[in-house]
């Protein structure tokens, strides 16, 4: 079948889908993804390995809000697939597959202390966390640069578009390394955390409300990073089969209008995170009797007669 004359786009409405969607998502990301950054950095005394993954995870999710706005204009304003678009392409692309990245250290580290802790305390130290997420940016910053220099966008016109019907196997691989195995990983890491926690569970009765909680964290994880990425990537890899085998182009457009759907299901993420940040680390515990002691000071040096409230 001959599809040179095939060019697929967005769906009419989805710039308007985007602006409902995103608008609050940026609200409430950059809001909480900069608490966190303030409570991490500015209020904890002692750094920990998760509180590093966490400043990591949180700086990903932040500068992945600062493209958003961009790739929304991409869409209302049509804008060619130029050098600037490529830039932002791959700023967009490499945050969102650092936080991928970081969300499945976070859950093979906590695997590690759970299930080998002797280990654990050779292997797990702040500065190690700290060199793990400064690889992990350079990797995936070289990465994306090549893909970007290697990517054929000849044929495309707008922004954020993939509009040829050519499969890219350049795509392929990003969609394996760059979800796929991580999602093996977690999802291997997690049920094992999971499985140790329940089996401590039932030798220790005094802590099964702890560890209870723990499990249930555990498990949000991991149900929140597959349905906010799987669909994507599922897409992604339906789109790459469907140019391949050379479909018709209702079809590929059809699957094109999932993807963008799924798309935005996937930024939600960035909010998501940083929900869950003060559910899975203690640190925050440790950061709430200074945030409520700072309260009560502000208001004895205003004069304000404000009782300080402990959440």
């Known amino acids: ?17 985007q602006l409902c969607i995103y608008v609050p998502v940026l609200l409430l990301g950059i809001l909480l993804n900069a608490l966190a950054l303030w409570v991490f950095c500015c209020k904890l ?24 706005p961009f790739k929304m204009l991409s869409q209302f304003y049509h804008l060619k697939a130029d050098t600037w678009c490529l830039i932002l392409e791959g700023g967009y692309f490499i945050n969102r597959l650092m936080s991928i990245s970081i969300i499945t250290v976070v859950a093979a580290d906590r695997y590690l202390a759970i299930k080998y802790p002797l280990k654990a305390k050779v292997l797990r130290s702040p500065p190690k966390a700290a060199f793990a997420s400064g690889f992990l940016w350079i990797i ?16 495309d016109e707008l922004c954020f578009e993939k509009s040829s019907v ?24 997690s049920i094992q955390v999971i499985a140790e926690l329940i089996r401590k569970k039932n030798q220790n009765c005094h802590k099964e409300k702890v560890i209870r909680k723990a499990v249930y964290i555990v498990s949000a994880n991991l149900i929140v990073f597959i349905v906010c990425f799987l669909p994507l990537y599922v897409g992604h890899l339906l789109r790459f089969i469907m140019d391949s085998v050379s479909s018709n182009c209702s079809a590929i457009q059809r699957v094109n209008n999932f993807v963008h759907l799924a798309s935005v299901l996937a930024n939600t993420n960035c909010c998501l995170d940083a929900i869950c940040y003060y559910f899975v680390n203690k ?11 700072s309260k009560c000071e502000a208001s004895e040096e205003t004069e304000i007669q404000l009782p300080c409230v402990t959440h």
């Open 166 to 189: 050519k499969p890219s196997v350049i795509t392929l691989c990003a969609i394996i390394v760059g979800f796929f195995i991580p999602l093996i990983i977690l999802s291997y890491c």
């Open 283 to 293: 640190e925050f515990k440790e950061a709430s009797p200074k945030l409520t002691k």
């Open 140 to 155: 995936i910053i070289c990465v994306m640069s090549l893909i970007k220099k290697l990517e054929d966008r000849g044929q």
């Open 1 to 17: 079948m001959n599809l040179s004359s095939c060019s697929i786009t967005a769906y009419e409405s989805f710039p308007l889908v």
């Open 45 to 68: 005394s002692k750094w920990t390995e998760t509180r590093v993954y966490m400043v990591n995870l949180a700086g990903a999710d932040f500068l992945l809000l600062f493209t958003l």
